[in-house]
């Protein structure tokens, strides 16, 4: 078995970014093989034998290939305990998870790469329409966050260190800059944006940090 650690993801892909984060967390050293999405590179035959999906982020971990963003964050978590990125006690790890699944679950797969290229490219979707289609699903989850973390103190989403929750808004933030989103009205998803960026592990993570960001 490698004790080899490799991560194919892509330096804009806000999964691929949840996972650099977690890995950082940990302090796992790993290796990055990188992939033009734009380029339709994930769907080379190689990749497919990975993942056939043809979706990254996939790691190499302990002689295994995992993907799913969220599910290689969680594996990673239960057999690397510490640091802890979700809470103790049942009820409180449902409701961070919760906060995590509102990004990945239901904001991130309606904004990827994917949707939008094919709104543009099959359905023949005005750049204007579709980001109006982004900006809608991103204002409706980014109003139902801020509702929730309002309540929670600390500088986290759920405490007063980083988890999965962090993992997962991060680079949804990343992404509503990138699409020059007003996040004015969202102070407390902006209070834990700037706490995480802080951290070397999450600040290493940013696509712009990344050996494809210029390639």
């Not at 691929?16 to 734009?38: H, W």
Request: hydrophobic share 40%; proline share 7%.
């Amino acid at each position: 078995m490698s004790d080899k650690v490799v991560l194919h993801g892509y330096f804009r892909s806000s999964a691929a970014f949840r996972v650099r984060i977690a890995l950082n967390l940990k302090g796992i050293a790993y290796e990055s093989r990188t992939y033009q999405l734009r380029k339709g590179e994930q769907h080379a035959s190689r990749y497919l034998e990975l993942n056939p999906q043809g979706l990254v982020p996939a790691l190499e971990i302990d002689g295994e290939v995992l993907t799913q963003s969220v599910s290689i964050v969680e594996y990673l978590d239960e057999t690397r305990p510490q640091p802890p990125l979700q809470p103790p006690g049942a009820a409180a790890r449902a409701r961070c998870r919760a906060l995590a699944h509102l990004i990945s679950c239901d904001v991130h797969p309606l904004n990827n790469l994917r949707v939008l290229q094919y709104l543009r490219g099959n359905l023949g979707v005005a750049e204007t329409r579709e980001r109006e289609w982004y900006f809608h699903w991103l204002t409706a989850g980014f109003d139902a966050l801020e509702a929730l973390l309002e309540p929670l103190r600390g500088p986290f989403c759920w405490g007063d260190r980083p988890g999965l929750a962090d993992i997962c808004l991060i680079p949804q933030v990343f992404n509503a800059r990138h699409w020059s989103f007003d996040m004015s009205p969202y102070a407390r998803i902006r209070s834990v944006f700037d706490h995480a960026m802080r951290l070397p592990e999450f600040a290493q993570a940013a696509p712009d940090r990344q050996p494809d960001a210029h390639a």
